[in-house]
């Protein structure tokens, strides 16, 4: 396999989600090589998770006085904080037999590269179960994974200097505990790659670049023209829509 590694493209949370399911759906079908990608975003955003509700997850007033995009992902987990420069996102889209059938397994073997990177930068993180990434003083970022056919796509958001003050103010954490999962979501600690490394963020998405092109067949990559078209379609009809941002 020759991946593509994709580290470009400055797009809105609506757009970012629309090119997950345009690049899943091109695994799927055959039509791209595997592929990296780190993103770039536009706004400040909460990507929530397919299957939570919208207005237990989203202080709404918070995010409408903050301009803060709300857009629901194709994967499940939890919702996250994100703020341009200041978290770092990457996506793995890869033919689903080139992945471990077990799913942990699957979450450990495919953020492998980002613990080893972040290692080497001098920044004691692991990987605990399920899908997250942690640090003995807390929890670094989490991965969350669909599979469609014969597609995997994992993807993960680690905190790079995130203002945790501004993400408990957007995020329903600790105002209305309702349920006993929200509770303990809102118990983990938050930790920040920036907190344990002097390195800048350009630093460490070079050193993760470095640990997952090791030993692998590559070449630095764009989305097409065709990617691209494609997804604004799709942000537009879909990601950017209350239909589906709303719908629980």
Known sequence: MKWRVINEGKYSEPMHQAIEEVLTNKIDEGEIQPTLRFWYREN???????????RDEVQQDYVDENGIEVVRRITGGGAMFSEPGNVITYSIYVPRDEVDGDIEKSYQELDKFAVRALNELGVAAEYKPLNDIEHPEGKLGGAAQTRKGNAVLHHTMMSYDLNTKRMLKALRIGKEKVSDKAIKSAEKRVSRISDHTDHSREEVVQKLIEKFTENKNWEEGSLTQEEIEEAKKLAENKFSTEEWNKQL
């Open 44 to 54: 400040t955003s909460i990507p929530m998770g397919r299957f939570q509700s919208y």
